[in-house]
């Protein structure tokens, strides 16, 4: 699965997620856009939603995957503080074998 596949992905769970969230918490789609840390509209309970809802659509692509395992939440940088880097770490993980 190439990089644009994770991302579509990605944004799908958004477009999921968005309507749960206050107008005014709700996420962009974008690279950029901080889903963790200092800049995020989410908060603790929107994150969980958005790993889950993320870890739904890779599994409607036939991938079963836990996003928070030991691995990402022993990390130094945290691959859920932004759009993008969540996106390297999917395509990280795809690359080693390690989904699916």
């Given at each position: ?81 932004t759009v993008e ?16």
């Amino acid at each position: 699965m190439d990089r644009s596949a994770i991302l579509n992905l990605i944004y799908a769970a958004i477009d999921e997620v968005n309507p749960t969230l206050p107008p005014d918490r709700r996420i962009d789609k974008s690279p950029e856009t901080q889903l963790f840390g200092r800049g995020s509209r989410l908060d603790s309970l929107g994150l969980v939603n958005l790993v889950v809802a993320t870890e739904a659509r890779l599994a409607e692509s036939g991938l079963a995957v836990a996003l928070a395992d030991e691995r990402a939440m022993s990390q130094k940088q945290s691959p859920f503080r932004t759009v993008e880097t969540l996106c390297d770490y999917i395509a990280l993980t795809l690359q080693e074998g390690e989904l699916g």
